[in-house]
Nanobody
């Protein structure tokens, strides 16, 4: 199974920006859909955005449209999430995940904390 390694979380002021990354080891992203989720205590894990690696097709949740951008680096097999105009309500643990139509979301990163101060 592929292993996902996340980085880039931290503390940022409202209105600021942060860039998260997710790198694969053991297997490439080429045959899968890759996504970013977030979760806060007492709230269900939320799908933010996803991308199909093969052709770059993307989806964004309404809560992040126009502020967050998902992208991929084909050469380095790395996924990114560029987060702009951050709000305190964006505070959460952010996860990357890998899946396909047959198996669902079967591989997850360790999660990285993003805290937005007001």
């Amino acid at each position: 199974q592929v292993q996902l390694v996340e980085s880039g979380g931290g503390l940022v002021q409202a209105g600021g920006s942060l860039r998260l990354s997710c790198a694969a080891s053991g297997r490439t992203f080429s045959s899968y859909v890759v996504a970013w989720f977030r979760q806060t205590p007492g709230k269900e894990r939320e799908l933010l955005t996803r991308i199909r690696w093969s052709d770059g097709t993307t989806y964004y949740a309404d809560s992040v449209k126009g502020r967050f951008t998902i992208s991929r680096d084909n050469a380095n097999n790395t996924l990114y999430l560029q987060m702009n105009s951050l709000k305190p309500e964006d505070t959460a643990v952010y996860y990357c995940a890998l899946g396909n139509s047959a198996s669902g979301w079967h591989s997850w990163g360790q999660g990285t904390q993003v805290t937005v101060s007001s």
